[in-house]
């Protein structure tokens, strides 16, 4: 049984910093995505990074050189560290993931998600 849990998301003003956090459980595929979307009420979810088994990471044009994503296999853990934050940044972030696939539009394709943490930029 596939878990995920973030942790990190908080409050903070526009230039500042956030590190989110997923910790894995229970993936037992030998090829997976995983990744970070983010969803505003009422808004199509939108992808932000991902990265594959295989190693290749991609990151949406409007965070990229902006946010890093990495992956701590020994601690199962996917982070993702955002700085100079925007306040359209501001979003439910969740991470995801897709078993046994790639990460193409992940966003809609997973097989589970997290609970979703919450990032506010003011």
């Known amino acids: 049984h596939v878990q995920l849990v973030e942790s990190g998301g908080g409050s903070v003003q526009a230039g500042g910093s956030l590190r989110l956090s997923c910790i894995a459980s229970?993936?037992?595929?030998?090829?997976?995505?995983m990744g970070w979307f983010r969803q505003l009420p009422g808004k199509e979810r939108e992808g932000v990074a991902s990265i594959h088994q295989s190693g290749i990471i991609t990151y949406a044009e409007y965070v990229r050189g902006r946010s890093f994503l990495s992956k701590d296999n020994a601690k199962n853990t996917l982070y993702l560290q955002m700085d100079s934050l925007k306040p359209e940044d501001t979003a439910l972030y969740y991470c995801?993931?897709?078993?046994?696939?790639?990460?193409?539009?992940?966003?809609?394709?997973?097989?589970?998600r997290g609970q979703g943490t919450q990032v506010t930029v003011s």
């Open positions: 995801a993931v897709v078993l046994s696939g790639y990460c193409y539009r992940f966003e809609y394709r997973h097989n589970r």
């Open positions: 229970g993936i037992k595929d030998s090829s997976y995505c």
